[in-house]
């Protein structure tokens, strides 16, 4: 198979096969580093013990996370290269649906080049305004380049969305006292465990719902544990295995 136009439309995992052609290239244009291509085949990995179906706990999290978001002084949606990759133009429809909320490119591998290409391809998808071209603030306690951020985006920020997060980078957010919402198909990641508010869902399907729960007027806010939600979720993995 060389591209996704050899992908026979009736193949059963069409869709996927698509997908990870769409990643190759985007390694090709030096949007997604060569690593992200290992972390995508970790989540098709989990989900599959989903199921490749929105789990009922993970409505629950996009609740919680909409109305974090909402109640935000400052949220911010950090975009990694797998993300804008995979959903550059969902990414967009988050923000317009919470006009509050800034976008700011933030890399574990960052290079200028592949920040600028992120920029752009978000510019291109509709974004109006994207940060993370000029660093000008460090996350305390990170050694590493993910460190280098916006002062106005993830610096000053008080609720921080990090999808397909490193652990370390979201242990520091919480240091700083942000509140910290993933989007992470595995349950079990240090990220997973950290986070205030951890969505055990697959990015592309994951983003949808949440813009419209921005968009869906509050109701009651309810009691929410993400200790208890990643419990059950590992529950539900646990299931389908033994099915
Ligand atoms: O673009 P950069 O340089 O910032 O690097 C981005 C990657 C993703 C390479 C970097 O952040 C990384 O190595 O991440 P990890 O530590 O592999 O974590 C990514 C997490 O996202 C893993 O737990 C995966 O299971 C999960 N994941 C991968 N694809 C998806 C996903 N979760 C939801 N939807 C997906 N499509």
């Known amino acids: 198979m060389s591209d996704a136009s050899n992908i026979p439309a009736d193949h059963p995992r069409a869709a996927s096969l698509r997908t990870r052609e769409r990643m190759k290239d985007a390694v090709r244009d030096g949007l997604v580093h060569p690593t992200g291509l290992i972390a995508h085949g970790r989540g098709e990995a989990f989900d599959y013990l989903l199921g490749e179906k929105t789990p009922p706990e993970a409505l ?13 002084r400052q949220p911010v ?40 290409k992120l920029v752009s391809t ?6 109006k305004d994207v940060l993370g071209e000029k660093p000008d603030f460090r996350i305390p306690g990170l050694t590493s380049d993910r460190a280098q951020c916006s002062k106005a985006g993830i610096g000053e920020a008080d609720v921080v969305l990090v999808p397909l997060e490193d652990g370390d980078r979201c242990q520091a957010l919480k240091a700083m006292g942000k509140t910290v919402i993933t989007i992470d198909l595995n349950p079990l990641s ?7 508010v951890t969505i055990v869902d697959e990015l592309t399907r994951a983003l949808p719902l949440l813009t419209k729960a921005l968009r869906a007027s509050p109701g009651k806010a309810k009691k929410y544990d993400n200790h208890d939600v990643l419990q059950r979720v590992k529950a539900r993995m646990a299931g389908l295995l033994t099915e």
């Open 122 to 127: 978000m510019r291109a998808a509709g974004a």
């Open 190 to 196: 240090r990220t997973a465990r950290a986070a205030d």
């Open 60 to 72: 629950e999290a996009i609740t919680e996370a909409a109305r974090l978001l909402k109640s935000a």
């Open 77 to 116: 949606l950090s975009l990694n290269g797998n993300v804008v990759a995979l959903a550059a133009e969902a990414c967009v429809e988050v923000a317009k649906a919470h006009p509050k909320l800034r976008l700011e490119v933030n890399l574990f591998h960052r290079t200028p080049e592949r920040v600028s």
